[in-house]
């Protein structure tokens, strides 16, 4: 049995023409999303008289070479990004999850003193997101400026997965919390060792969002910092999007070794795969989780 | 899924401590549902100083980062000036919007962003629901989700990578070039023609977009009743007015919450993807508003007037949701909120 198939019985079975245009239809969609992957992946392995003969692009390379990767590697630019990124990401992802576990569950908690107005100031913010100018001089005023908690502390806590986080510590059962009470429990015990558990789920989907979010960011980096301490997204928008060679930003090794096009594309696989490795195992609890905050908000 | 409406009035306040003693400020009834015994507010605080300290590092974020930025606003009436500070800069009164408003470029930002909105509203808008309707009628559990995680993918895609996507396959050195030229064929020129940038920028909008929009969607038409596909089948409706008169109707709130959500919002287009791609066809066709504040405020160093441009913006954006959630209680729809 290849697939379910769960017809309803008033649907009749649908003509030959009816199906052709659907797996056509699809056929494109999902093309449309694979093809320019797989070029550049295809790109990126190709060997580099392949790709100048071939005039930037490759298909379906003759023979597979990674020396565009190698030679990556090789320069510190594309290294040193991509350690700053995963330092950002990681670090970034664990104070997020902190900071936005403690308000929500906080404010989940029934009459909390001061949860009210609390709750209103957050929920404010929805009204009038924090502007580019404004924003640019608070980081500026604190001395934040080319410093890496410029990267993190303006996006700390993310309004709607607060509110998604708090919706799903509200859903566990008070009595739970109520027994652990009774057994002696203090409200951290309560939180680490009866919500938290309960809420894995949660924490794993708010996390994630936290996580894609850091890794794809590249505007505050180029708002915030100087050129050295770039994250990828950063440099790749340096020298794929903008044109520059890779000598500008200093990698001359890179540039003689290499067609610049197989290496470009060879970054751009480097900057994707992060998330195209984690994305299969986490799909389902991301669309679970942008259901739950569209309901609610 | 946990349902529960996030509204601030409703949380009742039901003191849950049960460690700590008797509460002296007599019987007094607190909270709609469950009346007990109100404690005093210094017993509530030193009941709740854990949670509260849970709260601070929270609060200090948005007090510091939002309501800072909201604050920082007042240099849209200032003249500021860097060395000086945002403190000590002279006041100048309205003086940046005049300026503002008689600057040709900040209209030709603000008509690129008008145009494109309504390009997005009528071509990408509609797409995501387009595509939800197809997956929909897909009975094979596992295809549907094979396309399924295929289209979600690109969401996860910084604009970077999808920039760099699309130069590798519509640039003048890219794949459809390629091949066009190996075939004889003459060459489309895509990337950096004035002409081609908006169809271009509203491609890559659906293209990274539309399958992540379908979720909601889908969701919708999994509640649609399935009794009365049923029942308007029996009565030998096709497939075309099933859909007309069963599924469109259905969906309608989910389909006009999304439009006033997207009208509020009508002055933002996307910055990341317009600040990537303006150098490519110079900032008359490529300049936005928000592309705007960041080359006349970061660039220029127009700070004062940059940020009047943003303010005026925030505030235009909250005056057309609240427009657009009252015209769609005149439509008799549920709307964002009541």
């Known amino acids: ?297 | 899924m946990t349902v529960t409406a996030a509204t601030p009035g409703e949380s009742p306040a039901s003191p849950a401590a049960a460690s700590d003693g008797a509460p002296p400020g007599g019987p007094q009834a607190k909270g709609r549902r469950k009346p007990k015994p109100k404690r005093s507010r210094a017993q509530r605080l030193r009941r709740d100083l854990f949670l509260i300290g849970l709260m601070l590092p929270g609060v200090i974020y948005f007090v510091v980062f939002h309501y800072g930025a909201l604050f920082g606003n007042m240099i849209a009436f200032k003249d500021y000036v860097t060395f000086i500070g945002v403190w000590d800069s002279a006041w100048v009164g309205v003086d940046n919007f005049t300026v503002l408003l008689a600057d040709p470029d900040f209209w030709n930002a603000a008509g690129n962003t008008v145009t494109i909105a309504v390009l997005q509203l009528a071509f990408f808008f509609p797409a995501p629901l387009a595509l939800a309707l197809l997956l929909n009628s897909l009975v094979g559990d596992k295809i549907r989700r094979f396309v399924q995680s295929v289209v979600y993918l690109p969401h996860f895609i910084s604009w970077v990578i999808v920039v760099a996507l699309f130069n590798q396959v519509l640039g003048d050195v890219g794949v459809l070039n390629g091949i066009l030229d190996d075939n004889g064929l003459s060459t489309i020129d895509i990337i950096g023609n004035a002409d081609a940038y908006k169809p271009l920028v509203i491609a890559q909008v659906i293209w990274k977009e539309a399958g992540w929009g379908t979720i909601i969607f889908l969701a919708a038409l999994a509640n649609v009743d399935e009794q009365l596909y049923e029942a308007s089948a029996i009565d030998g409706a096709g497939w075309w007015r099933r859909l007309w008169h069963v599924t469109l109707p259905a969906i309608r709130p989910v389909i006009v919450l999304l439009l006033i959500l997207r009208l509020g919002d009508i002055l933002t287009v996307g910055f990341e993807q317009f600040f990537l791609q303006r150098d490519t066809v110079g900032p008359e066709v490529g300049e936005v508003l928000d592309t705007f504040i960041y080359w006349s405020g970061i660039q220029d160093g127009h700070f004062g007037v940059a940020a009047a441009a943003g303010l005026m913006k925030g505030v235009l954006g909250v005056a057309l949701i609240y427009a657009a959630n009252k015209i769609s209680h005149r439509l008799g729809e549920q709307g964002v909120y009541r």
Do not use: C
């Open chain 1, 1 to 297: 049995m290849a697939s379910k198939i769960n017809r309803p019985l008033w649907m009749g079975r649908p003509r030959w023409y009816t199906r052709l245009a659907k797996a056509i239809a699809l056929t494109i969609v999902v093309g449309l999303v694979v093809f320019p992957f797989w070029t550049i992946v295809a790109t990126s392995v190709a060997s580099p008289n392949e790709v100048i003969e071939n005039g930037g692009w490759v298909v379906w390379p003759t023979t597979l070479d990674f020396s565009a990767y190698t030679s990556i590697f090789k320069g510190d630019v594309i290294t040193r990004a991509l350690l700053i990124s995963a330092g950002v990401t990681i670090l970034g992802t664990a104070t997020s999850l902190v900071a936005t576990i403690a308000l929500a569950y906080a404010l989940a908690r029934p009459g909390v003193f001061g949860g009210k107005p609390v709750l209103l100031l957050v929920l404010f913010t929805f009204l009038f997101p924090p502007a580019m100018i404004p924003s640019f001089l608070v980081v500026k005023e604190l001395g934040l400026l080319n410093s890496f908690p410029a990267l993190v502390l303006p996006v700390l806590i993310n309004v709607f997965n607060l509110v998604i986080m708090r919706g799903f510590f509200q859903g566990v059962p008070t009595e739970l919390i109520e027994a652990a009470r009774l057994d002696g429990a203090g409200e951290f015990r309560i939180l680490t060792r009866v919500v938290l558990p309960l809420s894995k789920s949660i924490v794993a989907v708010v996390g994630l969002f936290y996580a894609v979010s850091y890794w794809n960011a590249f505007f505050n980096a180029v708002l915030y910092m100087d050129a050295y301490n770039y994250p990828v997204q950063a440099v790749l928008r340096q020298y794929v999007t903008q044109g520059a060679s890779l000598t500008d930003i200093g990698n001359a090794e890179a540039s003689i070794l290499n067609s610049p096009q197989s290496v470009k594309m060879a970054v751009v696989v480097i900057a994707t795969l992060p998330i195209i490795l984690v994305y299969p195992f986490v799909q389902r609890f991301f669309v679970k989780g942008v259901l739950t905050g569209a309901i609610k908000s």
